[in-house]
């Protein structure tokens, strides 16, 4: 069975563990949604903990964070270091969110806190014009997912490959080379989760974004397609 390394770099807050469950078993859950299962191996990246070698596994997936970034903690130099070992390998790797953000911060590309605010809710996104990868089966041209997230990719590193964008995020979906794919939004997300961070963070989510957001709730997304996207992307069989 495929063995599927998870490099957590967050976790679930512990006054909302009564209603969801930590990030390794939302992404669990999610790929099962896409008919795809693996053999799971859980990396505390926040607490320094990453595989000792590469060949721990077949393919990883890095998850979202609180932490930006460009923040200066040791775990997230450490984490850099990692995606740049697996660029000279042949293992795939697919960055959610922060995730996406640090392949592309540790390749030479910028992250930094956007300018057009928070980005929350469930986001319709275009696939570029003549973009046409085999992994992106189903075939969909554009596509629905959550995000939350105020930090961007502002400029991409050399060689990387935009995939998709909307009018707040243009560097949303990028290929960054042959093994490693990176995703702005969160498609191991319930609706119903990011509901709830809406709601812990009614005091600097407010006005239009706020509301916009709430309604977007009603909106169908496609979580399974893009998790089979990533599925295929890793070679998962």
Not at 22 to 32: H, R
Not at 109 to 133: A, F, N, P, Q, R
Not at 189 to 196: K, T
Request: net charge negative.
């Amino acid at each position: 069975m495929y063995r599927l390394g998870l490099l957590a770099c967050d976790f679930v807050p512990d006054d909302l563990r009564d209603r969801f469950d930590d990030y390794p078993i939302m992404f669990d859950a999610a790929l099962t949604s896409a008919d795809v299962n693996v053999e799971w191996r859980t990396y505390r990246v926040y607490e320094q903990e990453l595989p000792g070698a590469i060949e721990e596994c077949d393919g990883y997936i890095t998850t979202g964070s609180r932490s930006g970034a460009y923040d200066k903690d040791a775990w997230i130099a450490s984490l850099e270091g990692f995606i740049q070992r697996l660029a000279g390998s042949e293992t795939p790797l697919v960055g959610i969110c922060f995730g996406h953000q640090a392949i592309a911060q540790a390749l030479g590309g910028v992250v930094e806190k956007s300018d057009k605010g928070w980005g929350i809710g469930i986001h319709h996104h275009t696939i570029g014009d003549h973009i046409s990868c085999a992994w992106m089966n189903p075939t969909l041209p554009q596509f629905t997912i959550p995000v939350c997230h105020q930090d961007q990719v502002m400029s991409l590193p050399d060689g990387a490959r935009l995939l998709a964008s909307n009018g707040h995020c243009e560097n949303f979906m990028v290929q960054f080379n042959d093994t490693m794919l990176g995703l702005q939004g969160h498609p191991e997300f319930h609706p119903n989760y990011i509901e709830v961070l809406l709601e812990l963070r009614r005091e600097i989510i407010t006005g239009r974004v706020r509301e916009d957001a709430v309604h977007s709730l009603t909106r169908e997304h496609d979580n399974p397609s893009i998790m089979k996207w990533i599925a295929n992307f890793l070679g998962i069989k």
